[in-house]
């Protein structure tokens, strides 16, 4: 079991690393994929099902979106110095309205402020070290935990879409 858990640690380290290794027009490439990703499953909720949760202790479909895109914009003024458009302590996740046009609107605007961040950046900068307080990171490697992050999230969503009866969009890893 030891030599399992050692090895997925390892997968996972190379996979964040290579993802952290790509240049600025690979990685906003990569994140323009992955707005369009979110917003196929925006889309394929139905309007009612925005406010539904799997079980009563986790988020709703909306609130899975909302708290994906808090989270852009944490990653990517970390990454990229650009301040976020949210105030300090505002979460999307807890101000906006939980329906399908309000919701959808805020994830979008959160992946357009992830890759406009991305091409005010230069190469170089994603080799350059942050300092989280306890953290430091590099941009890049910080970059791809942000992108690890929206991924997970939509991912759950999946889960949400099929207790809906509906088909979750196919994988769009190209």
């Given at each position: 079991m030891k030599k399992v858990s050692f090895l997925l640690l390892m997968l996972t380290f190379a996979c964040t690393?290579?993802?952290a290794q790509l240049t600025k027009d690979q990685?906003?490439?990569e994140w323009t994929r992955a707005k369009a990703y979110t917003k196929a499953y925006l889309d394929a909720m139905p309007a009612d099902g925005y406010t539904f949760k799997a079980t009563p202790e986790v988020r709703s479909f909306a609130g899975q979106m909302l708290h994906l895109a808090d989270d852009n914009y944490f990653f990517l003024s970390k990454v990229s110095?650009?301040?976020s458009p949210l105030a300090k302590g505002v979460s999307l996740e807890k101000t906006v309205e939980q329906n399908k046009e309000a919701t959808t609107k805020a994830v979008?605007?959160?992946?357009?402020?992830a890759i406009g961040a991305l091409q005010g950046m230069t190469d170089a900068q994603f080799a350059e070290e942050v300092d989280l307080g306890k953290l430091k990171s590099t941009r890049g490697l910080l970059l791809s935990k942000g992108f690890e992050h929206q991924t997970h999230h939509r991912g759950q969503?999946?889960?949400?879409l099929r207790?809906?009866?509906?088909?979750?969009p196919p994988e769009m890893l190209f």
């Amino acid at each position: 079991m030891k030599k399992v858990s050692f090895l997925l640690l390892m997968l996972t380290f190379a996979c964040t690393t290579a993802f952290a290794q790509l240049t600025k027009d690979q990685l906003v490439a990569e994140w323009t994929r992955a707005k369009a990703y979110t917003k196929a499953y925006l889309d394929a909720m139905p309007a009612d099902g925005y406010t539904f949760k799997a079980t009563p202790e986790v988020r709703s479909f909306a609130g899975q979106m909302l708290h994906l895109a808090d989270d852009n914009y944490f990653f990517l003024s970390k990454v990229s110095g650009k301040p976020s458009p949210l105030a300090k302590g505002v979460s999307l996740e807890k101000t906006v309205e939980q329906n399908k046009e309000a919701t959808t609107k805020a994830v979008l605007d959160s992946y357009d402020y992830a890759i406009g961040a991305l091409q005010g950046m230069t190469d170089a900068q994603f080799a350059e070290e942050v300092d989280l307080g306890k953290l430091k990171s590099t941009r890049g490697l910080l970059l791809s935990k942000g992108f690890e992050h929206q991924t997970h999230h939509r991912g759950q969503a999946t889960v949400y879409l099929r207790l809906k009866g509906v088909t979750p969009p196919p994988e769009m890893l190209f």
